[in-house]
């Protein structure tokens, strides 16, 4: 009896095969954890304080795409990151996918694009609720769908990748410095609240935001899904996107391989 040749292919569809089915099962926990703070920001900012009158009703034209961008980040980061950590834990659970028959960066790669799923997942699950919200946005489009999927999916690689540089660079004792120094800073800085023009009142402020990848997102939102609205340029958030997630993507490799063979 000859030995069955297994692909690279086919162990990189089991691998994802495997985590989407962990994903599935877990759906309802992982949308709350990644769209509660998102939509109670979409609720305060977005409903009361307009209907309060201490925020013009406008605003929400620009902060519907900014909570789109942190939903979609948060998601990408949070589903690679946290099972990293885990996996490279004290019972280094990612052993069993490291004896599977491929490259070690196949195994990575697949992380990668399950939290690109989760990313996109959750940013379709947060849009109907926050429009349902928030009522009536002006400027808000669709007509730019294949612009809109190109944010999206680039967003999500760009947040995936980085969340294997965290997962793959922070011990498990250390998570809850990610979130309190890295993703939040990130968050408020991010230009989600704020369209990146009306940093012009801050001009060092506005050129040093540009080290936060969430800013492209952002604007990238603002421009496909309100282009009416001040944004940055389409062509610099997609070369931005691009650059970034081939910088994560080199540096996650480069620090899993190093944990995966220590």
């Known amino acids: 009896m000859t030995a069955r040749t297994v692909t690279s292919a086919q162990v990189f569809r089991a691998l994802l095969k495997r985590d989407f089915r962990v994903a599935m099962r877990e759906l309802p926990f ?57 996996d490279f834990g004290w019972t280094f659970e990612i052993e069993d996918r490291l004896l599977a028959p491929v490259p070690i960066r196949v195994v990575a790669f697949a992380k990668i694009v399950s939290g690109v799923v989760q990313g996109v997942i959750a940013a379709l699950f947060v849009l109907p609720i926050a429009r349902l919200i928030m009522g009536p946005i002006d400027g808000l489009t669709g007509s730019h769908l294949a612009a809109v999927v190109t944010v999206v999916v680039l967003g999500a690689m760009t947040f995936s990748t980085f969340g294997m540089v965290l997962g793959t660079a922070i011990q498990p004792q250390q998570v809850g410095l990610m979130f309190g120094f890295i993703v939040a800073p990130m968050i408020f800085f991010g230009c989600a609240y704020y369209p990146w023009a009306g940093l012009s009142a801050v001009p060092v402020m506005k050129y040093a935001v540009l080290i936060n990848p969430l800013v492209y997102v952002s604007e990238g939102m603002r421009a496909v899904l309100t282009p009416a609205l001040p944004h940055m340029p389409l062509v610099a958030v997609l070369i931005a996107l691009v650059l970034l997630t081939f910088l994560f993507m080199a540096i996650g490799f480069r620090t899993f391989e190093r944990r995966a063979v220590s």
């Open 30 to 86: 992982f949308l709350l954890r990644t769209t509660l703070q998102p939509l109670m920001f979409v609720t305060v900012f977005g409903f009361l304080l307009p209907k309060m009158g201490f925020v013009q009703r406008g605003y929400g034209a620009a902060l519907l795409p900014g909570i789109l961008a942190i939903s979609l980040a948060f998601a990408s980061v949070q589903a690679v990151a946290l099972p990293m950590v885990a």
